[in-house]
């Protein structure tokens, strides 16, 4: 009885196509992330200088983790957000989107107060030679300047994921990598700017996208919505849950680029070739991340709603669908990695030596999506139901399993690494699903009370 009425949830088509809409869109748009590196990477790599490449390559992944511990802005705006919604309070929202802003707007003056600080932090941490390390801090110093029109846009694209809109957060996405593209190849290929033009591309993409985000809150909401977010709405008084959500979510995302940050730097004294099969073999992990965000996402925005709604039967049909998505998508990738991963692997790489190294790890590869999918698909459940406390305790626990088993298992040496990663992906799946899983028993949700309702 049990498994036909999963069966009967399942195949609900409405419900589908709920969860297809906010999903399939940032599943497309997010594809596009890997297309815009590799761009960069093209168009400076064929520059006659292997520094602008370095350059931009350090500089570049200095940016995107700053860029991306912020992306706590995106969450937490999402999970209110979708909790006012569904509970019917367009003041709420409107509220969400001016805290989110207020704070997307001093953290950004933070960030361009302190960018000298981070500059001299990149050059006393980096190994680079003088002038790969001299390329970083001008792409760096370029590209801070587009932290008001990044933070913000997070916030938007929160806002519209929490509104049920996801079609708005895909086009800002595939329109700012659009323009990206096309001024990377003019200023670079065209007017031969070098590092600079790679730098100054990404910011005016940036500010561009703030501009088409801007028109289509217009389109969305009318012009009143500009009227409501009137200068002085914007102040953080009054937002202590926003707060302390988003000190959560930072601690969160601190840990887990803190786990990529030492399997890069342990690899590193394996040798070239090794940290060069495991930057090959992330992208296969990569990969499922990209395609699992889309599901994340559809959790943020509908668990959300529910919550606000206090409607259980909404949310365990939601967190039943997703679930099993979860479980086809997490089979089909191990199942294409166990079949035609060799084939991956060379077309990620054509060095023969690097190929080798990186067959001797693929069957963590067949394993990772197993364990690693239900992370992700849990983190937008708890985001949704913006309890960021437990985000961050579970990620505290899974940092300390991975350091543990990494110690006691070192002499694997690389195998280690995935062997910890592994743990550290499993761990966080265990313990969020023991949050959930006591939180249902006691027929709460993270303290709602929730109620039976048809939909």
Known sequence: MRLSRMLAVFFNLSRQRQIAAIALPMVLSNLCVPLLGLVDTAVVGHLNDARYLGGVALGGSVISLVYFLFSFLRMSTTGLTAQAHGRNSEAETIHCLQQGISLALVLSIVMLCAQQPIAQLLIYFSDASTDVTSQAVIYFKLRIWSAPATLVNLVL???????????????????????????????????????????????????????????LLHKSAGAQIFSALKPRAFNLQGSRQLLALNRDIFLRSLCLQAVFVFIAFQGATYGDNIVAANAVLLSFLMLVSYALDGLAYAAESLVGRAIGRNNVTELSANLGILALWCLILSLLFSLSYALLGHNFVALLTSIVSVQQQAAQYLNWMIL????????????????????????????????????????????????????ALCVFMALRSVILAYYLLQQWRQQLFFGIRLKSANV
Request: proline share 2%; with cysteine; charged share 10%.
């Open 157 to 215: 694209m929160g806002w519209f994921l929490g509104k049920q809109n996801a079609r708005y957060p895909m086009w800002m996405l595939l329109w700012g990598n659009i323009i990206n593209i096309v001024l990377d190849l003019l200023f670079v290929m065209g007017l031969n700017w070098r590092t600079e033009g790679v730098a100054l591309a990404s910011v005016l993409a940036d500010y561009a996208t703030l501009l088409l985000a801007m028109y």
């Open 368 to 419: 990772l999506p197993l364990v690693a999918s239900w992370a992700y698909l849990l983190d937008g459940v708890f985001i949704g139901a913006t309890q960021g406390k437990q985000l961050r305790n579970s990620m505290l626990l899974a940092l300390l399993g991975f350091m543990l088993c990494f110690y006691l298992l070192s002499h694997w040496q690389n195998h280690a690494l995935w062997a």
